[in-house]
């Protein structure tokens, strides 16, 4: 090889041995200088010295360029060497970065290609297939096979290939970290950081990764990606479906799930879709997870609202027609001279109207704020642990804060059960306070002795087994039946205190009549019974009736203490001939 040097004679060659041993001996000369610094023979060569520093600068530059286009290892091995030798590793990487690095990429790294492959993931490819192409010959001289020697100091792939990479990244293709459309940021992304996780993959050692990481043009490229952004159009889009779903909150649910209100729907779709590929990145998995944690706040406060009485139905209501006095122009458009009837009254109209929800509306709510706990207890276990690589403690502490907010959720549809309970004791009690119009049926009205329960019984019954048939699917068990339980018991509490104050007066007025007519035979007895048996009777029947339907409801009377007190009014008020045993009523 015949390498020139400026500043030489003319055909003045040096073979790359000889570049070697001057290196050596170059390196030698600088190291008594070090210590012979500040003598006057210094300042004298120090011109000579840096002549050399040129001259074999130049040919190890010939010398590493040839090696690299006719890959031999051999020169290769002795320019490296020298480098190493004068301690000029960095030159060396730098001059690989501009021989080689950057003609090859700026071909693949520019926007022109990648609207023409219609995406980065092309690029990406090229860019990785560099190192087959260019850094083998150098890998197989920096660490040879067995029994040779290996060349320590460089990283071709970190200092050389990573950097130029990354700056043409930034010149020359900003278009892939353009965050204004979340669907194509997601897209570049997700190729990018593949792209990273293959280029560490080609790290020749565990130590070369971490020069990696720890380089600047990493942290460079990393913070290139503008996840803030991102994140923010994410929210906005999810926050905005929402706040929609709770403005027209009673609209039914169309779509294929379990859920009664398209809003209960909305909260688990806005969830999942914070989780859903195509969406969610492992970077930003704090701020999903907190973005779930205040969807569920949001519907909990919704919730808090609907139990405080502040959520109102917009309903429309039609308003009926009203007359309008006839005019003269009425008359003249009527062709006999009267008034058609379209003229003599306003058309329909409709109006705008506001009410509280409904026992069955908050039913709807109950069962399927239910249904929602349920279902993201399901998403956590099956997406979003998956989806947040952390231990078996972490994911521990992630069940533990959704169980919380589900606490608090739970809390408000209890208070709610309160509410549908309450609107049906209301209706219930209604019918069971007809027990006091049972006198005024029987005192002084020769009806026959009662031989079956009265039609309010029937009736109360009738409105408890409708409400269990028609809730049987939207609520859960146990749910259902605890409303069902409250809501037996504060009748039976309002029917004994209203039972007891019949008897009460019925006693009075028989001691009245007692009193009044010293012990005559009573005008009123029919059957040997007079008519305050009879109510008593009547009583018994109904209490009697009322007991039998609501165990076959599957509810336990006897651990409700104002049934006990009930049947032991209604014993106490009979006559000893027609007293009941105590299984007659419980039975």
Known sequence: MSLSSRGDRPGTTLESHLVERISTEFNQLQFYVSKCKGLPLVDTVK?????????????????????????????????????????????????????????YMEEYINESYIRQKGGSFAMYSKILEFQKLKCDPLLAVIKPKSGQEPVKGYDFMVN???????????????????????????KEYTDGMEFLSSFELQCATIQSVKRLRAHPSYGKFINKWSLPVYFQIRLQDIAGTMEKCFLTPWTANTENSVYSLSLSHTVQ??????????????????????????????????????????VEIECVVDKPALPRPSSRVDMLKSTDGRASPQSRSESPSSVTEFRKPNSDELVQVIGDGYQLITSITSILQTTIQPSIPVSDSQNAQLSSVLEESFSLIRDQLVSLQGLVAEETVGRVSALMKHVSDIPRLYRRTNKEVPTKSSGYT???????????????????????????????TSVIEQYEETTCEVLLSVKKMEDSLKRLKRGKTSASLVGNMSDDDKIRTQILLDVQHF?????????????IP??????????????????????????
């Open 47 to 103: 011109p000579r010295i840096n002549r050399i520093t040129q001259v074999l600068q130049q040919n190890l530059e010939g010398m590493f360029t040839e090696g690299l286009t006719t890959s031999n290892d051999e020169m290769l091995t002795r320019c490296l060497r020298t480098y190493v030798t004068i301690d000029k590793i960095a030159d060396a990487e730098s001059l690989f970065r501009r021989v080689e690095v950057k003609p």
């Open 160 to 186: 050389a290939v990573w950097p130029e990479v990354v700056d043409l990244l930034e010149t020359k293709a900003m278009s892939i970290f353009a965050a204004g459309n979340p669907e194509n940021f997601y």
């Open 269 to 310: 779709s806005c969830i999942e879709k914070c989780w859903r590929k195509g969406v969610f990145l492992p970077s930003l998995a704090h701020r999903f997870w907190k973005l779930t944690l205040q969807i569920l706040a949001r519907y909990r406060t919704w919730l808090s609202a609907l139990c405080n009485g502040e």
């Open 458 to 488: 029937n009736q109360a019954i009738q409105m408890l087994g409708t409400f269990k048939e028609q809730h049987d699917s939207s609520l859960p068990d146990v749910v259902r039946t605890q409303i069902l339980t409250s809501v037996i």
């Open 547 to 559: 007991s039998q339907q609501v165990r076959e409801l599957g509810m336990d009377l006897e651990s």
């Open 562 to 587: 104002s049934y006990s007190k009930l049947v032991a009014d209604v014993e106490q008020s009979l006559p000893a001939r027609e007293s009941p045993s105590p299984t007659t009523l419980q039975s």
